[in-house]
């Protein structure tokens, strides 16, 4: 039987942990990497999966502005992108040629505006290169970034999915176990909402709490005078949200400038803190802090 990570060694826990005991029919091996991913999420308070059954929406973008909006509530924040084939996180937060360090046992992930962020992407030789991985090898590169990465004391790790319901956001979730929950995201039109219903179907057969629906996309900012026009459908994540019986976390509205944010590697909740759409992620923040209990 492997012995216990020395970091439990401290723990509070630890007389009345029942991880630390081998499960039958497990190797030492088995044994020890499921301790190493305990200890990590030890310490992880409120695990939240940003998901949608669509591409498009603006998923990957509001994972960064609600977990940097999280930090803004004073509150301490991992990032985790597990979208493996696009993972487009580290060029919203300008940190594309940043490189990981490790340590004997560990990586440390990266510090971005006060996030603790990891992705496949700081570890790609070039941007433009394509993973062509099948299941298995996306479901152990997501375990390393849970088990090896030394993700410390947070309130909050969110997780950037990819679209869809496979393997990405299954693997995942099997990994973060309790205390973990989901936002669905949407764009208003239906062509979007027939594919994310499909989201919250997936966390309701994996018994995975869903926190709300987000409408992205939900009308658009002036970038002259700063009113909302909804020039688009508006309503429909919220109708949504009603019909599957979920919560509706808010609308967040189109501005131009999140674009240029994302293109230049400054967030836009930290470029435009005090704009209609900041302002509308900055209150949905709040409202998980309410619902988490935090």
Known sequence: MSDAPKSCEGCSKKNSCTAKDARPGETPEQHRDRLLIERRLCSIQNKVLVM???????????????????????????????????????????????????????????????????????????????????????????????????????????????????????????LLGANTRAVIVTTPQEVALIDVQKSITFCRQLNLPVLGVIENMSGFVCPHCGEVAEIFKSGGGERMAAEMTVPFLGKVPIDPAIVESGDSGVPYIVSHGESPTASAVRRIARELIGQTGD
């Open 52 to 174: 949608s059954g669509k591409g498009g929406v603006g998923k990957s973008s509001t994972a960064v502005n609600l977990a940097l909006a999280l930090v803004k509530e004073g509150k301490k924040v991992g990032l985790l992108d597990v979208d493996i084939h696009g993972p487009s996180v580290p060029k919203m937060l300008g940190a594309e040629t940043v490189r990981p360090k490790g340590t004997e046992d560990s990586m440390l992930p990266i510090d971005c505006h006060g996030l603790k962020v990891m992705s496949i992407g700081f570890l790609l030789p070039k941007q433009s290169d394509a993973i062509i991985w099948r299941g298995p090898m996306k479901t152990k590169v997501i375990q390393q970034f849970v088990r090896d990465v030394e993700w410390g004391d947070l309130d909050y790790l969110v997780v950037d999915c990819p679209p869809g319901t496979g393997d990405e956001p299954l693997s995942i979730l099997q």
